[in-house]
């Protein structure tokens, strides 16, 4: 059954009113100044300060707190700056804004106060192209002028931190705004046009000022860019007057939006992921991290994986930094409808972004082509336009059906994943494979489309049955077997934590995307490495079908189980991998409830032919032989596209033989 639901007018009507309440609260921090020298002045003074201004030197005082309002020892700002930069970790702190807002010039001396490397964007961009800018735009024209800026921009969020001073157009493309949201924070150096004429109008060199009503043009350009700068996380209004003012606001804005950002945490995993090998750390030992953030790297389609408890509460501010203007369909199951969309709604309602709903039945009869084509008519139905984005929110079946819509609906839409099970959250949700099944096999019909972001909110697994978190887990241990041996050790030391939550589950959801992403990146379209993903899968996936994606017989999770367990009584079998490694395969996924045995699911009565010619069916099947992946020991997994199949035929005998 499908619901559909839109509440796109009440989210119109209040979306004036976002932009504006944001930049007031910041426009509020106001300086005045006094006449007082540095450290000569009664205690209740702010110390002065000489800075440049044209050719001469003035005096201006430094803020306390932010705040025009008492003195603030040289102790005391010390103390200060260097709890900011702390708390920065590797993340840098992007100017962005119009020409002639003071971007470098706010930039020199902020990094300057904060000890930090200055850089200059377009300075960059000019050394990369041996051009200056003017030159770049007449010779190539804008379009390769803005290419450059987004590799420059990548290239120097890559490794902070620093403060960065961005061209004007840097924050409009859509790629180096969700960069700077995951390794960086966003300062709107933000100017009127009266202040931006009177600075730019005698510049001759501003390429886009050049031709036409050079000043209707600089109009144009606030219009067009101050609903998208106004996504920054901290405005700082930039007033004729010393920088050091605009300095001052940047700290206490930053200062802020560190308290009240979820992600304020040193980023002591972001943006390269976890660091700390596996051997280290112990559960409750070490000093885990309550969020992640990992980063899928695909050139200009890269996208952060953001991990952590809360996150759904601060889904609106993501999404809207990433699509500003974009309404969003949600699609997602009954189960999670009643258990968590009405508080991703809320958080999209308070980021004033208009959405609309998609409710299919939940489990996995929904990967089909029926449900799919009421969730496409739905989505047209709610008059998405291509540039509105639809959500998965929910386990991998939503997140593989929704992908797949989001892929065809409109030759493809912007997708985000939101997912709700331990699957999901470490591996579905991650490197774009989308689909449905076919009463042929599992996921026959499908796209490679991946996401712009994705927000695993933790705190969602807590609802989740105690069989389906199992489940997931299988996908954990998966990433241990095919390539980490130390997170498969510390998984056999640890696991009990990860299923208790916090900071250690965090961890390991983390590792796995991270694992996931590392490998997606060499090999998108599976041509090769990716496959060793489906460890476990090929023996999984015909066990699926042939107790037809009954999920009360058997979940996804538990065929995974089931097959990597298989995989390694095979590769055992074989004489790849020795009998230790298989034993201790089973013995922890059995230790923590998962199956690993075909014959153990409820009314199994199948021949080995059966199971033979469901796996012929699997996608892996290439120039008519089988795909497996097969293992040398734990952690060291390689695909084998050689194996007969009479010895396969022999194994599933023995294994149905075998019994529990
Ligand atoms: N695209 C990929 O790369 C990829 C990778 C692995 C698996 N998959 C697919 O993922 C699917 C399995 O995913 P799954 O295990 O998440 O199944 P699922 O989506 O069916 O979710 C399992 C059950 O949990 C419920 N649920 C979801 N979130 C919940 C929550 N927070 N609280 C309570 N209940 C919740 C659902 O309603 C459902 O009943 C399979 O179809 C598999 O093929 C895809």
Known sequence: MIQIHYNFDRARRRLGHAIHAKTIAYVGVFFAPSNSCRGAGPKNESPKVPFKSGSSTCYTHRMSSGIASGAETDRARNRRVASLVAALGRRSIVLIGLMGSGKTATGRRLALELGLEFVDADEEIEAAA???????????????????????????????????????????????????ALAGISIWLKADHDVLWRRVRKRSHRPLLQGGDPEQTLRTLLEQRYPVYALADVTVVSRDGPHELAVEEAITGIERFLRSSPDSAPLAVRPKGIAVPHQQQGAGTQPFANQAQVSMELGARSYPILIGAGLIAEAGNHIRRLAPRAACAIVT?????????????????????????????????????????????????????????????????????????????????????????????????????TGINSPHGKNLIGAFHQPSLV????????????????????????????GDAGFYAWLEANWRAVFAGGAVRVHAIATCCKAKAAIVARDEYEAGERALLNLGHTFGHALERLTSYDGARLVHGEAVAIGMACAFRFSARRGLCGPHDQARVEAHLQEVGLPVRMAGIPGWNVGPDAILEAMYQDKKVEHGGLTFILARAIGDCFIDKTVEVTEVRGFLQDELNTGH
Do not use: W
């Open 130 to 180: 041996r051009l200056s800018i003017t030159e770049i735009f007449a010779r190539h024209g804008e379009d390769s002028f803005r290419d450059g800026e987004r590799r420059v921009m990548a290239r120097l969020l890559r490794d902070g931190p620093r403060v960065l001073a961005s061209g004007g157009g840097a924050f409009m493309n859509e790629e180096t705004r969700a960069r700077i």
């Open 455 to 482: 927000i695993a909110d933790t705190d969602t697994l807590e609802t989740l049955p105690p069989r389906e978190f199992r489940a997931g887990y299988a996908e954990v241990v998966k990433y241990g077997l095919l």
């Open 333 to 433: 199951d009954e189960n999670v409808a009643k258990l968590h969309l009405p508080a991703f709604e809320r958080a999209l309602d308070l980021a004033f972004i208009r959405h609309s709903r998609v409710i299919v039945a939940p489990g996995e009869g929904s990967k089909s082509f029926d449900v799919y084509a009421q969730v496409c008519n739905a989505l047209i139905g709610a008059r998405l336009e291509r540039g509105d984005v639809i959500v998965a929110l929910g386990g991998g079946v939503i997140g593989d059906l929704a992908g797949f819509a989001a892929a065809t609906v409109r030759r493809g839409m912007r997708l985000i994943q939101v997912p709700t099970t331990l699957l999901a959250e470490v591996d579905s949700s991650v490197g774009g494979k």
